[in-house]
């Protein structure tokens, strides 16, 4: 109770005022910001800044913001960097869960040399012995157990040789290590020494498999290849995560920059390539984990010359024909890996219409309609499903659960020899597990055995949404409008701070107009915050 005299002038400013002549309650908001208050306003969405004195003072003498110094903020890169934060609300790129190269492949350390070169793995770090944490040891050494801290020995065949050792009556082999100068590491820092069965450099196994692909990942007769070029440790794992969420961030970028229309952003052929992205689609891509990048959508040949370490080093690529912008980027199609989830989310972002059931509720299904295996029929999914499958169908050339493009040459519609692993007469292929239905769940299911997974249960005025890609949906939704009108509601709500009220429909058509007349980003954006709207105090 002593202090409680400190709190009064605390919960002054916190209680309302009474206003005079009128009933207690809040004072007045001034009805329109200031020119002061709109300069403040429009930096800090524009460009996420303050204005600095200089630029307050260069206003001091007019009667508003002049359109020149709006016009100036919308054409700055930091402009752009605040429509590209927007646009991470829209695309959730979030990568942090898929890991990139198999865990098989996956090198950790074991050891500490405190001769080694500051900062040679990682910023904190000052490693210098790995050891592969895959299964693929335990078939060879016996048990999970480290190399020898010495060098290792080999055979005049050029095979590692091994000594034996009985640990908790398990007889295991250990070998020794090789110095080996990794492609992720600086070339002017010491060689790691890595246990010599990890740093095996032969390009095909005694058993015939090809050491850069995954189907090698428990073949001990492959190692990671010449600078371990096959195998990854956790700072290439984290540099491709950002690298692939910021070749999005520069096509968006690069799109308001340069002034295009914003429909370009999701249907162009830009993208951007680093040190890691190339590194990976040249030799890391075979030997993917849960989520494959391949086939490639990408002609490696016609890459850069970047190494790993260049990750600082973009360079922009005009992609194949079959790209539908950052609808089809890696980070968009292994941040939603399945058909349906990349149509929901370009609904939702881009359309607003969200697939939600009716107000009302679904209707109660009996038995039969339940049990329904096409979700365009089937009571209590239909109503988003009718919707929702021909839409997904869009995304039917890209691989479900991955990134890779399903070229039609390559990949037909029907694959005869998928269908006739489906029904038994011979083991699927991992192409045919991967790209087409190879598993009926129920005999309505069974005529589509054999097909790309996009057709199962498609109509036949759908069909053509497969190959042409998520680009179609786009210009579907600028002919009707659904994209323009969505467009104007995120970006007002995004410089508002909040919905449209019922009232400021006409508005919005307004802002709706000027952005037609160009498509371009800033001209909607230049509608929104000139607008009276925009000047209330908020």
């Known amino acids: 109770m002593r202090l409680s005299w400190l709190l009064v002038p605390v919960l002054a400013l916190l209680l309302p005022t009474a206003v005079e002549g009128d009933a207690p309650g809040c004072a007045p908001e001034a009805p329109w910001l200031s020119r002061d208050e709109y300069l403040r306003a429009l930096s800090l969405d524009l460009r996420g800044v303050v204005p600095t004195m200089e630029e307050y003072e260069s206003v001091a003498a007019m009667d508003d913001v002049p359109a020149s110094l709006i016009d100036a903020w919308l054409a700055s890169p930091e402009h752009a960097a605040r429509v590209v934060r927007h646009h991470r609300d829209l695309l959730w790129p979030n990568l942090s869960n898929v890991r990139f190269v198999d865990f098989r492949r996956r090198l950790g350390s074991i050891g500490t040399d405190a001769a080694c070169v500051e900062g040679y793995v990682g910023p904190d770090t000052c490693r210098r012995w790995y050891r592969s944490t895959s299964s693929t040891t335990l078939p060879v050494r016996g048990a999970a157990v480290a190399c020898d801290d010495v060098p290792a020995t080999f055979d005049e065949d050029g095979n590692v040789q091994f000594r034996t050792e009985v640990r908790d009556g398990t007889t ?189 509720g679904l209707p109660v299904a009996g038995e039969a309609e339940s049990r329904e295996a096409d979700l365009q029929l089937r009571a209590g999914c239909r109503y988003c499903h009718a919707i929702l499958e021909p839409a997904a169908a869009h995304w039917g050339r890209w691989m479900p659960q991955g990134a890779g493009f399903l070229d039609p040459a390559s990949f037909p519609t029907f694959a005869p020899e998928c269908a006739e692993c489906a029904r038994g007469e011979e083991t699927c292929s991992a192409t045919c597990s991967m790209a087409y239905l190879t598993r009926a769940l129920s005999p309505s299911e069974e005529p589509y055995l054999g097909m790309l997974r996009a057709y199962a249960f498609l109509r036949p005025e759908h069909e053509a949404n497969v190959d042409e890609g998520p680009a179609a949906l786009v210009r579907d939704g600028l002919a009707d409008g659904r994209f323009t009108e969505c467009s104007v509601l995120t970006t007002s709500r995004w410089l508002l701070g909040r919905p449209l009220e019922p009232d400021e429909e006409a508005w919005s058509r307004e802002v709706a107009s000027a952005f037609v007349a160009s ?10 915050v000139t607008h009276e709207t925009y000047r209330r105090v908020r």
């Open 172 to 360: 295991v082999r250990i070998e020794g290590w090789v110095e080996v100068r990794p492609y992720w590491a600086d070339p002017s820092a010491p060689p790691l020494r890595v246990c010599a069965f990890d740093a095996q450099e032969r390009s095909v196994s005694p058993s015939g498999r090809a050491c850069d692909t995954r189907d090698a990942s428990t073949d001990p007769g492959c190692g990671c290849g010449p600078n371990l070029a096959w195998c990854d440790v956790q700072d290439v794992q984290n540099a491709l995560v950002s690298s692939f969420a910021a070749d999005v961030e520069r096509r968006i970028a690069a799109a308001i920059e340069g002034g295009e229309p914003y429909a370009t952003v999701f249907t162009g052929r830009r993208a951007f390539v680093n040190g890691p992205i190339v590194t990976y689609y040249r030799q890391l891509a075979g030997v993917y984990d849960s989520v494959p990048l391949t086939p490639l959508a990408v002609d490696v040949d016609a890459l850069p010359d970047l190494g790993f370490r260049d990750s600082e080093t973009w360079v922009e690529i005009e992609l194949p024909a079959h790209h539908s912008g950052v609808l089809t980027s890696p980070l968009f199609l292994m941040r939603f890996q399945t058909l349906r989830a990349r149509a929901n989310r370009f609904y939702d972002a881009f359309l607003c219409e969200p697939f939600q059931p009716p107000s009302g």
């Open 519 to 528: 498509f371009r980003y800033t001209d909607m954006e230049r509608a929104i």
